[in-house]
C-alpha cells in the first residue's frame, strides 16, 4: 500500500522554517529523537501548512499557519489542538497530539506536532494503480457520510467542547461574519456577491442543534486504511471545528462535492474524485444523511448557497494573499475567477 499513501514534497521556499530550532525544542519534549529530522511538506492545504518530520524513530506532522494575511479568528494552533485533545476519548478518527509550541523564538509562529496517521488520502484523482469499482465509490461515500454523523452525534458537554461555540443564532452569525470576512478580502477584479449575501440573510432558518461539527468535511481530510477495505480511520484539519449547526456542516462539505454532471468549470475545481461511477450525489447524500440524524432540511437551497458563498470567501481570501505578494504559490493565482464563477453559481441556486 505505500505507493498509494499520501507523498509530501519538498519545501517550497516561503513555507520554510527553522528545522534545527524546531528538532531542539521537540526532541526536548519526545524522548529519544535523532535528527535533526528530513522535512518534507504535503501539497494539499491552502491555509494552515502541514509538513511530514521523517525521524529515523517515527515520523511526525508538523502544523502551522502561513505567513500573510489571515482573518483574525484563523490560524489558531492552540484551538486545534484543544479540539483534538478533547475529542481524542469520544472520536476515533482524531490524530494524538505529541507537542504544541506558543514560543515564537522557535519558527516564528505557533505550531503543533502530531502523530502520522498511516494510510491513504484521496485528492483530485485516485492514486496510480488505485481503482474504485462502482459498488466501491459508493461504500466510501456511506463510510464517509457515516464519519461525519458520528462526529455530530457527540455530545460537546460530554467532550468538554461546550464553550467552543456561542449558542443558539450560529447561522445568523455564519451569514454576517463571512459576509464580513468577504468585504475585508474583496479586490476589484472579483463580484460584490451583495444579491447573494442579501439573500441568505433574508433566508436564513433557525439552527436545527447544537453540535460538535467540522468545518471542513472532505475526503481529501479522511485517511483511509487501505484500496479495498476502504475505512476511515482518521479524521484531519480541525482548524475550523466548532459548536453550531450540523445541517451548516453538512452544507459547507457539499460544496466541495463535484459531482459527475457539474459543469466544466466545477470539474475544473474538483479536489477530490467524487465524479466517479458509484459516488453519491449530494442530493442522495444529504437524503442519507438526514435518514441517519433525522434531521429536516426544510429549505435546502440555503445550506447549498451557503456553503458555496463560504467556499468562494475562502478562495477570496486566500487570493487577496497572492494580489497582495503574501503568498508567491501559483496554484492561487487563478481563485478571482473561481470566485466570480461561484458569485454566479449562488445565483443560480437562489434563483436570483
Known amino acids: 500500500m505505500s505507493d498509494l499513501t499520501d507523498q509530501p514534497r519538498a519545501l517550497r521556499d516561503e513555507d520554510?522554517?527553522?528545522?534545527?530550532?524546531?528538532?531542539?525544542?521537540?526532541?526536548?519534549?519526545?524522548?529519544?529523537?535523532?535528527?535533526?529530522?528530513?522535512?518534507?511538506?504535503?501539497?494539499?492545504?491552502?491555509?494552515?501548512?502541514?509538513?511530514?518530520?521523517?525521524?529515523?524513530?517515527?515520523?511526525?506532522?508538523?502544523?502551522?499557519?502561513?505567513?500573510?494575511?489571515?482573518?483574525?479568528?484563523?490560524?489558531?494552533?492552540?484551538?486545534?489542538?484543544?479540539?483534538?485533545?478533547?475529542?481524542?476519548?469520544?472520536?476515533?478518527?482524531?490524530?494524538?497530539?505529541?507537542?504544541?509550541?506558543?514560543?515564537?523564538?522557535?519558527?516564528?509562529?505557533?505550531?503543533?506536532?502530531?502523530?502520522?496517521?498511516?494510510?491513504?488520502?484521496?485528492?483530485?484523482?485516485?492514486?496510480?494503480?488505485?481503482?474504485?469499482?462502482?459498488?466501491?465509490?459508493?461504500?466510501?461515500?456511506?463510510?464517509?457520510?457515516?464519519?461525519?454523523?458520528?462526529?455530530?452525534?457527540?455530545?460537546?458537554?460530554?467532550?468538554?467542547?461546550?464553550?467552543?461555540?456561542?449558542?443558539?443564532?450560529?447561522?445568523?452569525?455564519?451569514?454576517?461574519?463571512?459576509?464580513?470576512?468577504?468585504?475585508?478580502?474583496?479586490?476589484?477584479?472579483?463580484?460584490?456577491?451583495?444579491?447573494?449575501?442579501?439573500?441568505?440573510?433574508?433566508?436564513?432558518?433557525?439552527?436545527?442543534?447544537?453540535?460538535?461539527?467540522?468545518?471542513?468535511?472532505?475526503?481529501?481530510?479522511l485517511v483511509l486504511d487501505g484500496p479495498e477495505t476502504l475505512n476511515v480511520t482518521g479524521v484531519l484539519d480541525w482548524e475550523m471545528a466548532t459548536v453550531g449547526d450540523p445541517l451548516m456542516d453538512l452544507g459547507c462539505a457539499l460544496a466541495y462535492w463535484v459531482q459527475a454532471d457539474d459543469d466544466a468549470v466545477m470539474q475544473s475545481a474538483r479536489r477530490q474524485p467524487t465524479n466517479l461511477p458509484g459516488m453519491l450525489t449530494r442530493a442522495e447524500i444529504v437524503d442519507l444523511y438526514c435518514g441517519r440524524t433525522g434531521f429536516t432540511t426544510g429549505n435546502w437551497a440555503f445550506y447549498e448557497v451557503f456553503g458555496l458563498f463560504r467556499l468562494a470567501v475562502i478562495a477570496q481570501q486566500i487570493y487577496y494573499r497572492y494580489h497582495h505578494g503574501q503568498t508567491t504559490n501559483p496554484a492561487f493565482k487563478d481563485f478571482w475567477s473561481l470566485v466570480n464563477y461561484l458569485e454566479w453559481r449562488c445565483k443560480d441556486v437562489a434563483g436570483l
Open 16 to 221: 520554510s522554517f527553522d528545522v534545527d530550532a524546531m528538532h531542539a525544542w521537540l526532541s526536548e519534549r519526545v524522548p529519544g529523537l535523532t535528527g535533526p529530522p528530513q522535512v518534507r511538506q504535503y501539497a494539499g492545504g491552502a491555509s494552515n501548512l502541514t509538513y511530514l518530520l521523517r525521524y529515523p524513530e517515527r515520523d511526525l506532522i508538523l502544523r502551522r499557519p502561513p505567513a500573510g494575511h489571515k482573518a483574525a479568528s484563523a490560524h489558531d494552533m492552540g484551538r486545534e489542538v484543544t479540539v483534538q485533545q478533547h475529542l481524542a476519548p469520544v472520536y476515533r478518527y482524531v490524530p494524538e497530539i505529541v507537542a504544541f509550541c506558543q514560543d515564537p523564538a522557535v519558527i516564528g509562529c505557533d505550531f503543533y506536532v502530531m502523530e502520522r496517521l498511516e494510510g491513504i488520502i484521496l485528492r483530485q484523482d485516485l492514486p496510480e494503480g488505485m481503482t474504485l469499482s462502482a459498488q466501491q465509490a459508493r461504500l466510501l461515500t456511506t463510510r464517509a457520510v457515516e464519519s461525519l454523523i458520528e462526529l455530530h452525534q457527540v455530545d460537546p458537554v460530554a467532550a468538554g467542547l461546550d464553550t467552543l461555540g456561542r449558542g443558539s443564532g450560529y447561522v445568523q452569525r455564519q451569514v454576517s461574519g463571512w459576509s464580513r470576512r468577504f468585504r475585508e478580502s474583496h479586490t476589484d477584479n472579483v463580484g460584490d456577491f451583495a444579491a447573494v449575501m442579501s439573500w441568505l440573510e433574508e433566508h436564513r432558518p433557525d439552527d436545527v442543534a447544537q453540535r460538535l461539527i467540522h468545518g471542513d468535511f472532505r475526503l481529501d481530510n
